[in-house]
């Protein structure tokens, strides 16, 4: 009989499972797959996007070189400001092969590649990415629902 003791792997794929579609921990997930084929899913791509960063997204090939170059992870855990629960922070680490999918008690080293900034936006359906790569300022940001996001299960960023 094979040993069928539950894991961290187990709690980790879990939280994940039990997450909404449109939560931005699987939103990024969706991102990097769709990044795999930019082209075939240009319009859906476009659609995940803020407006006002479309454009600098172009044809999402920069993106999708950038994301796709090394074996990525991405942090099951959402960063966000207390002020600003419109706004959610996701990190893409390095994978390590030597770690299963697991549930984290407190702060450990990571090494961040990009983060993935999502803005709250009611009048366009959900969240929408505005950036991948450094951490950007809520204030800087076009908000339309400054604190009125969702609640996300997340840790001060």
Known sequence: MEDERWTDADDARLTLHAMSDDHPVKL???MWEAFEDHAAYFELLSAWVTPESLDQ?????????????EP???LGTVRQFKDANDVA?????KARPDLQPRMTSG?????????????????L???????????????????SAPGEGPALDSVPA
């Open 89 to 93: 922070y996701v990190w893409l680490t």
């Open 125 to 143: 359906g959900g969240w929408r990415l505005h950036a991948a790569g450094q951490q950007l300022d809520p204030e800087r940001l076009p908000r």
């Open 28 to 30: 990024t997930m969706a």
């Open 72 to 74: 990525l992870n991405v």
């Open 107 to 123: 702060p450990e080293v990571v090494n961040v590649l990009a983060i993935f900034t999502w803005i709250w936006r009611p009048e």
């Open 57 to 69: 997204w172009g044809d999402f090939s920069e993106a999708a070189k950038a994301l796709r170059g």
